[in-house]
């Protein structure tokens, strides 16, 4: 990939990175305006050519990386999100009362969405120490 190619889907990914709020239960992957593997590819071949004195567009590039982690199949989304819905009311229920009538599709879905999230930071410090890998500080 070029360079001019590189700028380009990073721009794309850039603007949707900033019209997003980051979310512990996952982003939808259908947001972004490119392939993930793309966009790895496109961050890695700037990184290649940043020079190691520019810390502010290798920090920015880094962070674009690792933010890669938390867009995830449309459905896994949906799913984590019902779950911590339920995680939220199972919290509220445990302060009203000392029963617990969840039945097991609820339990089934809170325990996606958690690891959901734990699928989550693990791939995102998998790709920190990718990038820790490839491009180390000097």
């Known amino acids: ?81 019902n779950g911590r819905a339920i995680l939220e009311a199972d919290k509220q229920l445990s302060k009203d009362s000392n029963s617990s009538d969840n039945d097991t599709s609820d339990l089934e879905l809170a325990n996606q969405a958690v690891q959901t999230i734990n699928g989550i930071k693990s791939d995102m410090e998998n790709l920190m120490n990718e990038i820790r890998l490839l491009f180390p500080k000097s």
């Open 1 to 81: 990939m070029d360079i001019e190619q590189a700028e380009i889907i990073v721009t794309n990914y850039g603007a949707v990175l900033s019209s997003i709020e980051p979310s512990i239960y996952g982003i939808a992957i259908s947001k972004l305006p490119h392939e993930k593997e793309q966009i790895k590819t496109a961050i890695q071949t700037l990184l290649f050519n940043v020079n190691n004195e520019d810390e502010k567009i290798y920090e920015g590039l880094t962070q674009a990386y690792v933010y890669l982690a938390q867009f995830i199949p449309d459905e896994k989304v949906h799913t984590a999100e």
